[in-house]
């Protein structure tokens, strides 16, 4: 299977491996507390983005586009730009029951966006086969969303001094600055339409 990978294949798992690493790098933030370990899953996410940018320049260079490099960068970008946003903004302090299911409804509008995108691909693509725009907000847009969270732990404002503040909604919290990451899933699934360049 490996030797069937084309040069664009290889930065598209590339971006998978950033978005688990920073994944693993809030995993180890929750267990030793250090913040610099905020700052590396936010840089990683970032070099995500790069291999993102790069294996789609690539592929259409090389003309070497295909099904299985449009399936292995909607699954790296799920990681990337969908749990790992999420997972860091749980490390930060988003963790009551009301944050974590607006987690959720984040991450299953990026799976959702990609799926719709994959399905429909061919359909949105002109004579030249290339795609003329996206339906909904592409997810690695939640770059922004890591950004303002990166910036906040720069600040001190994480845990319990999230900007915002803190709901008590019944016995559960929820931390308004979670809303961010609904509207960006709401975008991710909405009919909006967006030229790709």
Known sequence: ??????????????????????????????????????????ALVLMAL???????????????????????DSLSDVISFGVAPAMIAY????????????????????????????????????EDDKVKYFEGTPIPTSIFLVLVLVVSAAAGAIGNDLPLGKLDIGPFEL??????????????ISRVRIPKP
Do not use: K
Request: glycine content about 10%.
């Open 1 to 42: 299977m490996i030797r069937q990978f084309a040069l664009a294949d290889w930065f598209t798992l590339s971006n998978a491996a950033c978005g688990s690493g920073a994944i693993f790098a809030m995993m180890t933030y929750l267990q030793v507390g250090e913040v610099l370990h905020i700052y590396y899953a936010g």
């Open 50 to 72: 790069v291999f993102d940018f790069l294996d789609g320049r690539i592929a259409r260079s090389r003309s070497r586009a295909s099904i299985m490099g449009r399936e292995l």
């Open 91 to 126: 490390a930060c302090g988003m963790q009551g029951l009301y944050d974590r299911l607006v987690l959720i409804y984040f991450v299953v509008c990026g799976v959702s966006r990609l799926a719709r995108y994959n399905v429909t691909a061919e359909e949105l693509s002109g």
């Open 175 to 188: 931390h308004p600055i979670v809303f961010l990451f609904a509207v960006s899933g709401t975008l991710m």
